[in-house]
Nanobody, 124 residues
Framework: QVQLVESGGGLVQAGGSLRLSCAASGRTFSDDIMGWFRQGPGKEREFVSAINWSGDRTHYANSVKGRFTISRDNAKNTVFLQMNSLKPEDTAVYYC?????????????????WGQGTQVTVST
C-alpha cells in the first residue's frame, strides 16, 4: 500500500520556522518528483514547491521563494520542507505528493500519490 505521511505541522508565531517531513512507503519514490502543496481556508489547493529525483532541481511558488527550502533523502524515502519567516498567509493544510515524472512540477493534477496533510497555523 502506497503511503505518504506528513508530519511537523503546528502552531507558530509569525516570523517563526517549521520543518515539514513526508515519509513515503509502499513503492520506490527515488525516481519520482516530490512536491508540496497547500490549501488555506476557503482557498483552492496551490503549489508550494517541488524537487526532482536527484535533488538538483527545485521549484518554488513566488510567494514562498527565499523563505522555504525543499530537500529530499532518497535513502530514507523522505522529503522535507523547511519553512522560515512564516507569515499568517502561510496558514494552510500542507500536502505532500509524488509524481511519476511527467515534469509538470506545479500541476497538482499531474501528481499520482498524496498524503493526508498536516496543518500549519501562523499566528500574528
Amino acid at each position: 500500500q502506497v503511503q505518504l505521511v506528513e508530519s511537523g505541522g503546528g502552531l507558530v508565531q509569525a516570523g517563526g520556522s517549521l520543518r515539514l517531513s513526508c515519509a513515503a512507503s509502499g513503492r520506490t519514490f527515488s525516481d519520482d518528483i516530490m512536491g508540496w502543496f497547500r490549501q488555506g481556508p476557503g482557498k483552492e489547493r496551490e503549489f508550494v514547491s517541488a524537487i526532482n529525483w536527484s535533488g538538483d532541481r527545485t521549484h518554488y511558488a513566488n510567494s514562498v521563494k527565499g523563505r522555504f527550502t525543499i530537500s529530499r533523502d532518497n535513502a530514507k524515502n523522505t522529503v522535507f520542507l523547511q519553512m522560515n519567516s512564516l507569515k499568517p498567509e502561510d496558514t494552510a493544510v500542507y500536502y505532500c505528493a509524488a509524481q511519476i515524472p511527467e515534469y509538470h512540477y506545479s500541476d497538482y493534477d499531474r501528481y499520482h500519490y498524496w498524503g493526508q496533510g498536516t496543518q500549519v497555523t501562523v499566528s500574528t
